[in-house]
């Protein structure tokens, strides 16, 4: 794929490399459909609410530090701005900097969508300047002004040559696409079209794309052993080391999803390999990826050294665990770049998956390859029954109570309670690293077991509340209401 | 016109999806982009019943913004009605379809005979922010559903105070109301949180009047409830924290509701020993506190910086400096509630501003001279600003990081002590 920086917009993922939001079938026949093409998404004509893209594009980028987000719309757009000033805060605080990012909102009312309200957007971009000198400054847009047509563009072209700093056209609108991961490549955009810059020296540097970089300190020291330093992005960022990104040996990224538009940008534009094995999940994910940055980066035998210290540390612990996790069942919903990455890792601990949703799936990567987590699965002759959906709870819900799994895993914030109101025993897989590498491994296992063990919770809640679906529901498919040939 | 929203303190009118869900078996139905739920809500007791991520919703994408999504919210409404077990469904339209000029009403009406009610409310983000999309659904109950009682239920009396999940304290407050109003001889009817839902909904037009405890938000559904359904409404537009205000609150009420002043001053006497006897024995540590200036600033929606300010100063003798109002409250209400903070005891008042920039607002905060260690009530962006200063801060408006709250309550008598522990708890954390 081309990327192309001039143009401000960059295409949805469903047009862009065609990934789909409806799908029922089974891991074998969606990894199928994929290569040979005739894999086509379904419409639902009844939906639950799901995610707006300008929350991933616009949680990306406003933690960065020291920068603003401009996010022209009602009040409800930019009401994540709220937790955004949260997390800055406190992730700041943890690494031990600070990050005097601004989100602000404009506060758009009725008058504006029938006037436009351009003056006033450029007004506030000055004010704003004035107010915080930023490092940067992104204008996003919204639904509301996409489609009254505020051209942005020019606004942030006026004011440009009165702003020493970049000032960036972001576009946003949550209607463009259900695949609210287009939001990381909206960001992803942002960054590269208008931060990074072209390389004038290669550094010993591995870009780590991820989000709020809990396992920092852990990787640096183990970066260490390969004389590489890691540049967590984008959360602490700052717009001074995103500039230099182009000059790394490397980009990986702890989620496909998350980090394919960026990792595939670079590669094409600047030429910094873009690290495209399974992910660093479990104990087969955390080898490939890291034999794979040796490889890529000249240090395989420092790799292999380090492999076999850790294996003796951990692999017996582990072991160990497996033995009692063997043979449950679980049912697991997460994005895609975690989805298959997941099964694999509980198929290493000897738990069966039975039925795996997708938020969404993206049938070819950036660079026109399908999702190699699948293929690894299906090498292995992993088959299981698999679903896309857009977190659409009642699916799940029609789906526990089907199979009353030992298990549900889930990635989103609001979904694991509903599990547990099922009865079934619920791990929020919250954090990106919580089976990154030996150690998380481990304690991903010991989590598990915990939550198997002690079932008191949700068995106090379950036997005291009602479902809020019908017994209709439940005697339904669960494709009851996917229409095919629709989008 | 748009303007800079710096630190913004509240959310769009399809917010108002909260007050929704607080209603018991109401579910919102949004006719809106895929996300706004999600946005809109917080992990503040979200996962009830319903959560937003079971609020049924149209999913709006291009090909809705370019040939309309009726016809998908005709299907989303349909199938709602086979999925979701709700006693009421409420669709609420964002920004999408009525810019593009989706007749939700027409479609809506196609229901009517539906096994439940289906009711409509515009909401749209530009038109304003979740104060007025609440009362946007109250006025919906209104027009779309309520009909004017036939007989009135002596005693009972509807009580209406702010904005569920935006206050943070919307469950225990609403609780503590009922309570006080039932120790009056009167009954109660309120429609949100446990148990209140569609009974207590239908039970509106047979009580006396309307109670409405707010500086502003909900005059216009009292008058509109006045007009169709014949109901009077006392307007009390403080919020009564502490002693001093609630006993007011009480004799008012009573008056409105022609209770025996005997029995009126019979509670408020039970009351006011007990919570006397609690300050009595911890008026040494008020006093001999050594890190707090007598000065604070309030920095939230109208209620609780009237109600905060009336407390701090008409119970705990604190000096207001400026306080802020940040929930966008309409010019028409500002000169009314600017005379409510000019009534404070010995003459005292306070200087208010109506203020959305938080900008401007921690600036004014730095400028002041507190004379000391300055209490500050306000939301998560006045944490570090009140570290800088040394102050204490506690965190009692949107948006909220720095408390968890189930049911607590700041209102009534009750109310004021919890007030007063939140507050003795920041300070006792430091001895100079």
Not at chain 1, 460 to 482: G, I
Not at chain 2, 335 to 360: C, I
Request: aromatic share 10%; proline share 4%.
């Amino acid at each position: 794929m081309a990327f192309n920086f001039d143009n401000t917009n960059v295409a949805t993922r469903e047009n862009r490399i065609g990934s789909i939001t409806g799908y029922i079938g089974t891991l074998g026949d969606l990894a199928k459909q994929s290569s040979c093409g005739t894999l086509k998404g379904c419409a639902r004509c009844f939906s639950q609410s799901s995610t707006c893209l300008s929350t991933c594009a616009l949680g990306q980028l406003s933690a960065i530090r020291d920068v603003a987000i401009i996010h022209h719309g009602p009040s409800g757009c930019s009401a994540a701005s709220a937790g955004a000033y949260y997390l800055d805060k406190v992730m700041a605080k943890k690494r031990g900097v600070t990050n005097d990012t601004v989100y602000v909102g404009t506060d758009m009312n009725e008058q504006d969508t029938i006037f436009g309200s351009t003056d006033a957007l450029a007004e506030i971009i000055l004010e704003v300047n004035r107010r915080y000198s930023p490092e940067a400054i992104f204008v996003t847009s919204s639904c509301a002004t996409g489609i009254i047509g505020e051209d942005i563009d020019s606004v942030v072209d006026d004011v440009k040559e009165n702003i020493a700093v970049p000032v960036v056209a972001v576009h946003c609108e949550g209607f463009k696409s259900r695949i609210w991961a287009t939001g990381f490549d909206i960001a992803d955009h942002a960054v590269l079209g208008s931060i990074v810059k072209p390389p004038q020296q290669k550094r010993n540097t591995i870009n780590f794309k991820n989000f709020y970089e809990s396992a920092r300190p852990e990787i640096v020291e183990m970066f260490k052993n390969f004389d590489l330093e890691p540049i967590f992005l984008y959360c602490n960022s700052t717009v001074e080391e995103l500039s230099h990104i182009s000059e790394a040996l490397a980009t990986t990224c702890i989620c496909g999803t998350l980090g394919s538009y960026l990792g595939n940008g670079l590669e094409e534009t600047y030429g910094v390999p873009y690290i495209r094995s399974i992910n660093p999940l479990g104990i087969t994910g955390f080898e490939t990826w890291l034999r794979e940055i040796g490889r890529v980066t000249a240090r395989s035998s420092a790799v292999e050294t380090y492999i076999e210290a850790q294996r003796a540390i951990y692999i017996p612990k582990i072991e160990a665990i497996k033995q009692q996790l063997t043979g449950l069942k679980a049912v697991l919903g997460m994005g895609p770049g975690y989805t298959f990455e997941v099964s694999r890792v509980l198929d290493e601990l000897g738990i069966e998956v039975v039925w795996a949703l997708a938020w969404h799936y993206d049938k070819k990567y950036d660079n026109g390859d399908v999702p190699p987590s699948m293929e690894h699965l299906l090498e292995r002759g992993i088959d299981f029954e698999t679903s896309v959906a857009d977190q659409q709870n009642y699916e799940v819900m029609n789906i526990l109570k089907r199979f009353q799994p030992d298990l549900y895993l889930s990635r989103h914030p609001g979904s694991t309670v509903w599990a547990i109101k099922n009865g079934t025993p619920a791990v929020y897989v919250a954090d990106e690293y919580m089976i990154f590498g030996y150690q998380h491994t481990l304690e991903f296992a010991q989590a598990i077991l915990d939550s198997i063990h002690n079932r008191s919770f949700e068995q106090n809640l379950a036997s005291r509340v009602k479902l809020p679906y019908t017994d209709w529901w439940y005697q339904q498919n669960v494709d009851q209401f996917l229409e095919e040939g629709k989008k | 016109m748009a303007k800079l929203l710096d630190k913004q303190r509240y959310k769009c009118a399809l917010g108002a999806m909260q007050t929704v869900q607080a209603i018991t078996r109401a579910i919102p139905v949004l006719h809106s982009g895929p996300g706004c739920a999600q946005k809109l809500s917080d992990a503040i007791g979200s996962s009830g019943y319903f959560s937003p991520n079971i609020f049924p919703c149209t999913s709006i994408n291009e090909r809705d913004v370019v040939f309309g999504g009726a016809e998908k919210l005709e299907t989303t409404i349909e199938s709602a009605l086979k999925v979701i077990d709700a006693d009421l469904y409420v669709v609420l339209t964002g920004c999408i379809p009525e810019i593009v000029g989706d007749d939700t009403a027409e479609v809506v009406s196609h229901f009517e005979n539906a096994a439940k009610p289906v009711i409509y409310a515009s909401t749209a983000g530009f038109k304003g922010n979740n104060y007025k999309g609440h009362e946007q659904i109250i006025d919906a109950l209104t027009e779309q559903y309520l009909e004017k009682a036939e007989e009135r239920q002596k005693g009972l009396v509807n009580i209406w105070a702010d904005v569920p999940y935006q206050d943070l304290f919307w469950l225990g407050n609403i609780r503590e109301l009922e309570k006080l109003v039932g120790e009056l001889g009167l009954t109660p009817n309120t429609i949100f949180g446990y148990r209140r839902g569609l009974e207590q909904i239908d039970k509106i037009p047979k009580a006396e009047f309307n109670l409405l405890v707010s500086p502003w938000v909900s005059v216009g559904n009292m008058k509109k409830m006045e007009k169709k359904l014949g109901l009077p409404y006392l307007h009390y537009p403080t919020l009564p924290i502490g002693a001093f205000e609630t006993s007011k609150f009480l004799r008012e009420v009573g008056d409105f509701a022609g209770v025996p002043a005997e029995r009126v001053e019979a509670v408020i006497a039970e009351h006011e020993k007990y919570y006397y006897y609690l300050i009595e024995r911890y008026a040494d540590m008020f006093l001999e506190t050594r890190v707090m200036a007598k000065q604070f600033s309030v920095v939230a929606d109208a209620q609780y910086v009237l109600g905060i300010t009336k407390f701090l100063v008409n119970d705990l003798g604190l000096v207001p400096a400026r306080q802020f109002v940040t929930d966008d409250t309409p010019k028409a209400f500002q000169q009314q509630l600017r005379q409510e903070f000019a009534r404070l005891n010995f003459g005292l008042a306070a200087e208010v501003s109506f203020e959305t920039d938080g900008y401007k607002i921690h600036q004014q905060i730095r400028e002041h001279d507190y004379h000391g260690y300055p209490l500050i009530l306000g939301s998560y962006y006045e944490k570090e600003l009140t570290e800088e200063m040394f102050g204490h801060f506690l965190n009692i408006s949107w948006p909220v990081q720095d408390k968890v709250v189930l049911d607590d309550f700041y209102v009534g008598y009750t109310g004021g002590i919890r007030l007063i522990e939140d507050i003795y708890s920041e300070a006792v954390q430091r001895w100079n």
